[in-house]
C-alpha cells in the first residue's frame, strides 16, 4: 500500500468533518470507575480556540509546550493541524466537559520519520491535559486508553507512538502506565524526548 493510499484508508482517523457539520462524537464509551461517559470529538475552533488559548498559556503547559503566544497565533497552530491532511486534532470530553485536546500525525510526514522505522500508516501523539485544579483521579489515564481503544479500532491504524518531553516525568510514567514501551531517548527540534510505542497486538481495551 503506498503512503497516499494508506492516508486516505485512515480518513476515519485523522477524521476532516464536513464543513458545518454538528459533529457530536466520533468515540463515546462509559466508564464505570468514572460513573462518566468519555467521548472523543474532533476539535473545533469556533468553540474550542479561547479553552485551548487559557490551557496552553497557563502556567502548568510553559515548560514543555512552550506556546505561551497570542491567541491569533495559537488559532494559527491549530488551524495547521486541522488543514493538514495527515494530521488531525481532538477534543476528549468526560460527561460534555473538555478534559484534554489531542493530536494525531502520521509518522512519515514527520521529524519523528528520522528516528524509527515506520510504516505509512503508524502515527505519533500528543496530549494535552486540563489544568490540574480541574483535573480528577484517574481522567489523563483514561483519556490516553480510551484514545488508544478509538485508534485502534481503526483496521488499518498502525503503531502508535508517544513521546514525552524527557525532563516530564509525570507524562514519562503515564505512557508507562497505559501500556507504551520505552524505545529510546531522541533529539527533535524542539526538544529531547522519551520515545514509546504501542503495537496493536499489545493493547488491551479497558
Not at 34 to 51: E, H, I, M, P, W
Not at 128 to 135: A, D, K, S
Not at 138 to 148: D, T
Request: hydrophobic share 40%.
Amino acid at each position: 500500500m503506498d503512503s497516499n493510499n494508506s492516508f486516505a484508508s485512515l480518513s476515519r482517523l485523522l477524521l476532516k468533518p464536513a464543513p458545518h457539520s454538528k459533529e457530536q462524537g466520533l468515540f463515546s464509551r462509559h466508564v464505570p470507575e468514572l460513573n462518566a461517559f468519555v467521548t472523543f470529538r474532533s476539535l473545533d475552533l469556533s468553540l474550542d480556540l479561547d479553552l485551548i488559548y487559557q490551557w496552553v498559556t497557563k502556567a502548568y503547559t510553559q515548560k514543555f509546550w512552550q506556546l505561551n503566544r497570542s491567541k491569533d497565533v495559537i488559532e494559527k497552530i491549530y488551524r495547521d493541524v486541522l488543514d493538514n491532511p495527515q494530521a488531525h486534532s481532538f477534543i476528549g470530553m468526560i460527561d460534555g466537559k473538555p478534559i484534554c485536546q489531542i493530536d494525531v500525525y502520521m509518522v512519515m510526514a514527520d521529524e519523528l520519520a528520522a528516528h524509527v522505522e515506520s510504516g505509512p500508516t503508524d502515527a505519533g501523539m500528543h496530549l494535552l491535559m486540563c489544568p490540574p485544579r480541574e483535573m480528577r483521579k484517574g481522567w489523563s489515564w483514561y483519556a490516553i486508553k480510551l484514545f488508544q481503544q478509538y485508534y485502534f479500532s481503526v483496521d488499518q491504524s498502525g503503531t502508535l507512538y508517544a513521546e514525552p518531553d524527557q525532563a516530564n516525568h509525570p507524562a514519562n510514567q503515564l505512557a508507562i502506565n497505559t501500556g507504551f514501551r520505552f524505545l529510546k531517548t531522541i533529539e527533535l527540534s524542539y526538544k529531547t524526548a522519551n520515545l514509546y510505542c504501542m503495537h496493536r497486538e499489545d493493547f488491551r481495551p479497558v
